[in-house]
């Protein structure tokens, strides 16, 4: 599994920044998925991470506001296209975990 050495703690609806620990695809997605399931108005089970975010009812604005809760939880700049260039939360969680440089 790909993992990414950010400073962290506990994924999904905390609000609590992660902090000096390995944060997974795993976790990446189940915090994506609670943030866009608050966003459009659903339960986390009913996001599918493999859906495209545009087809889901995640706009533009909601996508700038996912860049901006991925900073605050992770504690480091992520890159503002992030939804443009990977459009699902399954392929944003694997480039994010994988993405070693930006820890």
């Known amino acids: 599994m790909s993992q990414i050495d950010w400073k962290g703690s506990t994924p999904g609806e905390t609000e609590t920044p992660v902090v000096n620990r390995v944060v997974t695809a795993a976790e990446l997605s189940e915090f994506l998925r609670g943030r866009v399931a608050r966003m459009i108005g659903v ?6 991470p493999t859906a495209p975010l ?17 900073e605050e939880w992770l504690g480091t700049h992520v890159p ?24």
Request: hydrophobic share 50%; proline share 4%.
């Open 80 to 103: 503002d296209h992030l939804a443009w260039s990977y459009p699902t939360i399954a392929l944003i969680s694997e480039q994010l975990a994988s993405a070693e440089s930006l820890a």
């Open 43 to 48: 339960t986390p089970d009913e996001v599918d």
């Open 54 to 70: 545009a087809s889901i009812g995640v706009d533009s604005v909601h996508a700038m506001e996912l860049v901006a809760e991925l």
